[in-house]
């Protein structure tokens, strides 16, 4: 069973840099998926943030390409994001994700970063 | 265009049929797939590709596409559906994902 879990800071000042990071168990991420991330502001909608395979080759949603990094462990069987300076926009409910061709199959059960000072 | 568009709201009759649309370029070429996500909840998968629900999501759940349209079909919708709906597929270089603005559905 594939399973997911998001893990970091839960509170981030302005302009600081927000990391998170992806533990997946029950399999592994060197076999054939990419896995991402995407967030939610409070009462708003989905927004992808980007994915990795576990290669390395990453794709990143344009609009935050520019303060975004996802990189991957395979040893921890796990995948992290880094998002630099952020601003009360960036507030939002944290998934990953695993990514087939069509779809996000399972996620993890998201965790809430606000920034604030 | 690299976006895919919803009906913010639709609203269904307890036990009627109830069509959530999804319209994109990229869905010419590429099927959407749906989530359903309850208050506080993650999504959940409810349909994806031409023909495919995940296990144990209910049948009453369909999908289907009409040159650039997805749509969910919930035929006899229950209680339990009322929830808030997102489409998502890829862009045209297959590689970005894309999200819908999600359509509230409220069962009456």
């Known amino acids: 069973q594939v399973e997911l879990q998001e893990s970091g800071p839960r509170l981030v000042k302005p302009s600081e840099t927000l990391s998170l990071t992806c533990e997946v168990s029950?399999?592994?991420?060197?076999?054939?998926?990419?896995w991402g991330w995407i967030r939610q502001p409070p009462g708003k909608g989905l927004e992808w943030i980007g994915n990795?395979?576990?290669?390395?080759?990453?794709y990143y949603n344009p609009s935050l390409r520019s303060r975004v990094t996802i990189f991957v462990d395979t040893s921890n069987n796990q995948f992290s994001l880094k998002m630099s300076s952020v601003t009360a926009a960036d507030t939002a409910i944290y998934y990953c994700?695993?990514?087939?061709?069509?779809?996000?199959?399972?996620w993890g059960q998201g965790i809430l970063v606000t920034v604030s000072a | 265009s690299s976006e895919l568009t919803q009906d913010p709201a639709v609203s269904v009759a307890l036990g009627q049929t109830v069509r959530i649309t999804c319209q994109g370029d990229?869905?010419?070429?590429?099927?959407a797939c749906w989530y359903q996500q309850k208050p506080g909840q993650a999504p959940v998968l409810v349909f994806y590709g031409k023909n495919n629900r995940p296990s144990g999501i209910p049948d009453r759940f369909s999908g289907s596409r009409s040159g650039n349209t997805a749509s969910l079909t919930i035929t006899g919708a229950q209680a339990e559906d009322e929830a808030d709906y997102y489409c998502n597929s890829r862009d045209i270089s297959g590689n970005h994902v894309l999200f819908g603005g999600g359509t509230k559905l409220t069962v009456l």
């Open positions: 994700a695993r990514s087939a061709y069509d779809r996000e199959d399972y």
């Open positions: 990229s869905l010419r070429t590429f099927y």
């Open positions: 029950g399999f592994s991420i060197t076999t054939g998926y990419y």
């Open positions: 990795i395979f576990h290669s390395g080759t990453t």
